[in-house]
Protein backbone atom coordinates (compact mmCIF):
# COMPACT_ATOMS: atom_id res chain seq x y z
CA UNK A 1 0.00 0.00 0.00
CA UNK A 2 1.56 3.43 -1.22
CA UNK A 3 0.81 6.28 0.91
CA UNK A 4 1.12 9.78 -0.42
CA UNK A 5 3.37 12.27 0.34
CA UNK A 6 0.88 14.60 2.62
CA UNK A 7 -0.85 11.54 4.64
CA UNK A 8 3.08 10.68 5.70
CA UNK A 9 3.33 14.45 7.02
CA UNK A 10 0.45 13.94 8.84
CA UNK A 11 1.13 10.94 10.12
CA UNK A 12 4.16 12.26 11.30
CA UNK A 13 2.67 15.76 12.39
CA UNK A 14 -0.13 13.60 14.77
CA UNK A 15 3.12 11.58 16.51
CA UNK A 16 5.05 14.74 17.03
CA UNK A 17 1.76 16.06 18.45
CA UNK A 18 0.70 13.00 20.62
CA UNK A 19 4.40 13.42 22.15
CA UNK A 20 4.16 16.85 22.95
CA UNK A 21 0.57 16.36 24.54
CA UNK A 22 2.16 13.43 26.78
CA UNK A 23 5.37 15.69 27.82
CA UNK A 24 2.83 18.81 28.36
CA UNK A 25 0.59 16.68 30.43
CA UNK A 26 3.77 14.95 32.22
CA UNK A 27 4.92 18.15 33.60
CA UNK A 28 1.49 19.31 34.36
CA UNK A 29 1.04 16.31 36.46
CA UNK A 30 4.71 16.74 37.92
CA UNK A 31 3.77 20.24 38.81
CA UNK A 32 0.57 20.03 40.45
CA UNK A 33 1.75 17.13 42.81
CA UNK A 34 4.74 19.04 43.56
CA UNK A 35 2.41 21.86 44.08
CA UNK A 36 0.19 19.92 46.39
CA UNK A 37 3.51 18.12 48.23
CA UNK A 38 4.62 21.83 49.59
CA UNK A 39 0.99 22.66 50.84
CA UNK A 40 1.85 19.74 52.74
CA UNK A 41 4.19 20.93 54.34
CA UNK A 42 2.49 24.13 55.37
CA UNK A 43 0.00 21.95 56.86
CA UNK A 44 2.00 19.92 58.35
CA UNK A 45 4.18 22.60 59.97
CA UNK A 46 1.03 24.14 61.01
CA UNK A 47 -0.13 21.47 63.08
CA UNK A 48 3.26 21.08 64.71
CA UNK A 49 3.33 24.64 65.47
CA UNK A 50 0.09 23.67 67.19
CA UNK A 51 1.25 20.77 69.07
CA UNK A 52 4.61 22.58 70.08
CA UNK A 53 2.16 25.27 71.64
CA UNK A 54 -0.47 22.81 73.52
CA UNK A 55 2.78 20.54 74.62
CA UNK A 56 4.42 24.05 76.30
CA UNK A 57 0.49 25.01 77.47
CA UNK A 58 0.36 21.61 78.88
CA UNK A 59 3.88 21.99 80.67
CA UNK A 60 3.51 25.59 82.21
CA UNK A 61 0.04 23.86 83.68
CA UNK A 62 1.73 21.17 85.30
CA UNK A 63 4.65 23.98 86.50
CA UNK A 64 2.19 26.23 88.00
CA UNK A 65 -0.52 23.47 89.54
CA UNK A 66 1.42 23.42 92.60
CA UNK A 67 2.45 19.24 92.67
CA UNK A 68 5.83 19.77 91.76
CA UNK A 69 9.05 20.86 93.73
CA UNK A 70 9.86 24.57 93.74
CA UNK A 71 13.31 24.06 91.15
CA UNK A 72 11.56 21.69 88.96
CA UNK A 73 8.78 23.70 88.84
CA UNK A 74 10.74 26.72 87.96
CA UNK A 75 13.15 25.10 85.75
CA UNK A 76 10.32 23.28 83.48
CA UNK A 77 8.01 26.98 83.90
CA UNK A 78 11.28 28.62 82.15
CA UNK A 79 11.49 26.32 79.65
CA UNK A 80 8.07 26.69 78.59
CA UNK A 81 8.21 30.05 78.34
CA UNK A 82 11.50 29.98 76.56
CA UNK A 83 9.44 27.79 73.84
CA UNK A 84 5.86 30.09 73.87
CA UNK A 85 8.08 33.18 73.54
CA UNK A 86 10.04 31.48 70.31
CA UNK A 87 7.47 31.09 68.18
CA UNK A 88 6.96 32.09 64.45
CA UNK A 89 9.47 30.38 61.92
CA UNK A 90 12.20 27.77 62.41
CA UNK A 91 15.43 29.34 63.90
CA UNK A 92 18.22 27.61 65.75
CA UNK A 93 16.86 29.38 68.68
CA UNK A 94 13.30 27.75 68.56
CA UNK A 95 14.62 24.60 67.85
CA UNK A 96 17.16 24.77 71.16
CA UNK A 97 14.53 26.19 73.22
CA UNK A 98 12.02 23.14 72.25
CA UNK A 99 15.15 20.85 72.83
CA UNK A 100 15.75 22.57 76.08
CA UNK A 101 11.89 22.26 77.28
CA UNK A 102 12.27 17.93 75.99
CA UNK A 103 15.42 18.12 78.19
CA UNK A 104 14.00 19.27 81.45
CA UNK A 105 11.48 17.12 81.03
CA UNK A 106 13.31 13.99 80.50
CA UNK A 107 15.37 16.06 83.91
CA UNK A 108 11.81 16.01 86.04
CA UNK A 109 10.64 12.52 84.58
CA UNK A 110 11.14 10.68 87.98
CA UNK A 111 9.21 13.60 89.79
CA UNK A 112 6.76 13.43 86.86
CA UNK A 113 6.41 9.37 87.72
CA UNK A 114 5.38 10.47 91.38
CA UNK A 115 3.10 13.23 90.42
CA UNK A 116 1.38 10.24 87.80
CA UNK A 117 0.80 8.35 91.17
CA UNK A 118 -0.40 11.74 93.05
CA UNK A 119 -3.73 10.86 94.38
CA UNK A 120 -5.17 14.53 93.53
CA UNK A 121 -6.59 14.51 90.38
CA UNK A 122 -6.02 17.43 88.54
CA UNK A 123 -2.45 16.75 88.89
CA UNK A 124 -3.03 13.33 87.28
CA UNK A 125 -5.16 15.24 83.97
CA UNK A 126 -2.19 17.78 84.15
CA UNK A 127 0.19 15.05 83.59
CA UNK A 128 -1.69 12.86 80.87
CA UNK A 129 -2.19 16.22 79.19
CA UNK A 130 1.36 16.64 79.13
CA UNK A 131 2.30 13.39 78.03
CA UNK A 132 -0.22 13.52 75.33
CA UNK A 133 1.30 16.80 74.14
CA UNK A 134 4.58 15.09 74.20
CA UNK A 135 3.34 11.92 71.99
CA UNK A 136 1.68 14.60 69.44
CA UNK A 137 4.75 16.36 69.02
CA UNK A 138 6.51 13.54 68.27
CA UNK A 139 4.30 12.28 65.73
CA UNK A 140 3.61 15.77 64.12
CA UNK A 141 7.17 16.34 63.47
CA UNK A 142 7.88 13.35 62.09
CA UNK A 143 4.86 13.46 59.91
CA UNK A 144 6.61 17.11 58.39
CA UNK A 145 9.85 15.63 58.29
CA UNK A 146 8.14 12.86 56.22
CA UNK A 147 6.56 16.13 53.74
CA UNK A 148 9.78 17.86 53.65
CA UNK A 149 11.71 14.35 52.14
CA UNK A 150 8.72 13.55 49.72
CA UNK A 151 8.98 17.27 48.10
CA UNK A 152 12.77 17.09 48.63
CA UNK A 153 13.23 14.24 46.47
CA UNK A 154 10.65 15.20 43.93
CA UNK A 155 12.57 18.33 43.57
CA UNK A 156 16.18 16.36 43.25
CA UNK A 157 14.81 14.80 40.01
CA UNK A 158 15.86 15.97 36.49
CA UNK A 159 12.22 16.76 35.49
CA UNK A 160 11.81 19.32 38.32
CA UNK A 161 15.37 20.55 38.15
CA UNK A 162 15.42 20.99 34.19
CA UNK A 163 11.86 22.37 33.41
CA UNK A 164 12.30 24.19 36.78
CA UNK A 165 8.76 23.53 38.17
CA UNK A 166 9.64 24.23 41.69
CA UNK A 167 9.42 28.11 40.41
CA UNK A 168 10.62 30.09 43.02
CA UNK A 169 9.51 27.97 46.28
CA UNK A 170 12.17 27.56 48.71
CA UNK A 171 13.70 24.14 49.66
CA UNK A 172 12.30 23.04 52.83
CA UNK A 173 13.73 22.06 55.85
CA UNK A 174 13.28 19.48 58.06
CA UNK A 175 12.48 20.13 61.82
CA UNK A 176 15.55 18.74 63.89
CA UNK A 177 15.15 19.09 67.84
CA UNK A 178 14.92 16.57 71.03
CA UNK A 179 11.40 15.34 70.90
CA UNK A 180 12.07 12.10 73.02
CA UNK A 181 9.48 11.61 75.54
CA UNK A 182 10.97 10.71 79.17
CA UNK A 183 10.36 6.78 79.82
CA UNK A 184 7.73 6.70 82.14
CA UNK A 185 6.08 3.31 83.84
CA UNK A 186 1.61 3.83 82.60
CA UNK A 187 0.04 1.98 84.76
Not at 46 to 58: E, G, I, K, N, P
Not at 125 to 143: P, S, Y
Request: net charge negative; hydrophobic share 50%.
Amino acid sequence: MKVSPVTEALMYAGLILAVVLAVGWFLSYTAVRLDRLHHRIQATAAALDAQLVRRADAALEVALGGHLDPATATLLATAANAVMGAGGAWTPERAAAESELTGVLQAASTTLETLQEHEDEGAVEGFDRLRGAGVRVQLARRFHNEAVRDVTALRGSWVVRWFRLAGHARMPQPVTFEDAWPQIAVD
